[in-house]
């Protein structure tokens, strides 16, 4: 692109405000208000990596304020550009705003000698930063890849994988369903609380999740780390897959306890680091297809046979989903707390 069609794009950003305004200052969000008119328009048959919009922010943003934020950039903005915008979209068309939620992750802020008890307190867009509004074409690249993109979990290998049309993208470690039953309170039975496993697609993500006593039912609001200090919980999504035709809670999400990844922990979520959480989110939107299997057969990166631990002592073979005990009284107690998760999270 030509840098003075750049700059001129960048100063238009910066004129008068249009009905935006109002939207904004309602919603208490850091947009600078972008009117039709002040914004020169490029063809993307001409200019193919051009921005359809640029928007530049006039004040801070806080992890609180963050969704509403991006909410309301949606609303303004979908009707200006030629293709549906979602928060996905726009994300992922400036990935470094996930590189910086990625950095909120509370042992990486420690890391930094910074120690943080409120996370959604933390400035995560600060006035002036620019945000692109793809051309169409980019759009659409960015459309096929997301719907090129799925989720692989191997639970004996504590591994979560994304993947975009065959290439590996992200490797995680996660943890996975102790090999136990226990009675939930919410579930109102002794469950299974092994991982299932299945092919299926995330059919809902909560931005506002709460995580909830299996035993008590009550939230919590605050956990301990790994470090022995106590703070709030952090406002970091989760997602949920739907697998053969079932949805037990079984969630992706955020585990305050590192320390816990790598083994058989939880209640039968699939557990990740906080940083790691983000980019999950955004490269796995309601839709995305995921593959949870039991595999104890993998491949090293030098090509050698790996032969895993039989953590749930099923070989190469398990239990159907519905034979599992209280795989049916956990559906329902997902459909009583929608926005919940009973991992027993805070200890």
């Not at 200019?47 to 969704?67: S, T």
Request: proline fraction near 6%; include cysteine; aromatic fraction near 8%.
């Amino acid at each position: 692109m030509d840098a003075r069609l750049f700059i001129s794009m960048i100063m238009a950003a910066c004129l008068l405000a249009n009905s935006c305004r109002k939207n904004a200052e309602e919603k208490e969000v850091g947009l600078l208000p972008v009117s039709k008119d002040s914004v020169t328009t490029v063809e993307a048959d001409s200019l193919p990596e051009a921005p359809a919009r640029v928007l530049i922010l006039e004040r801070n943003v806080k992890i609180r304020d963050y969704f509403a934020f991006l909410d309301s950039i949606v609303a303004c903005e979908d009707t200006l550009v030629p293709y549906p915008l979602t928060e996905h979209l726009l994300v992922r068309a400036n990935p470094w705003i996930i590189d910086s939620l990625a950095n909120t992750d509370y042992y990486r802020m420690m890391e930094r000698d910074s120690f943080v008890y409120d996370q959604e307190s933390l400035v995560i867009l600060r006035r002036g930063d620019t945000l692109l509004l793809p051309g169409p074409e980019k759009a659409g690249e960015l459309l096929e890849r997301m719907a090129a993109t799925f989720v692989d979990v191997n639970i004996p290998e504590f591994r979560l994988r994304v993947i975009e049309a065959g290439d590996t993208l992200y490797t995680f470690p996660v943890r996975v369903g102790r090999n136990q039953r226990k009675y939930l309170a919410l579930a109102g039975t002794a469950v299974d609380l092994r991982t299932r496993p299945g092919k299926g697609k995330i059919v809902r993500a909560s931005r506002y999740p709460l995580f909830l006593d299996p035993s008590t039912g009550q939230r919590f609001t605050h956990t301990r780390r790994d470090d022995g200090r106590t703070t709030l919980m952090p406002l970091i999504p989760w997602i949920e897959p739907e697998l053969d035709g079932h949805r037990y809670g079984q969630l992706i999400h955020p585990t305050t306890n590192p320390k816990t990844l790598n083994k058989a922990y939880s209640n039968g979520c699939i557990g990740i680091k906080e940083a790691d959480a983000w980019y999950v989110y955004y490269y796995a939107p309601v839709g995305t297809s995921v593959h949870v299997h039991y595999n104890l057969t993998i491949w090293g990166e030098d090509g050698e046979k790996i032969t895993l631990k039989d953590i749930y002592n099923w070989k190469d073979k398990y239990k159907d989903p519905e034979e599992q005990e209280g795989g049916k009284a956990l559906e329902e107690a997902t459909r009583k707390i929608p926005t919940g998760c009973i991992c027993g999270e805070s200890r």
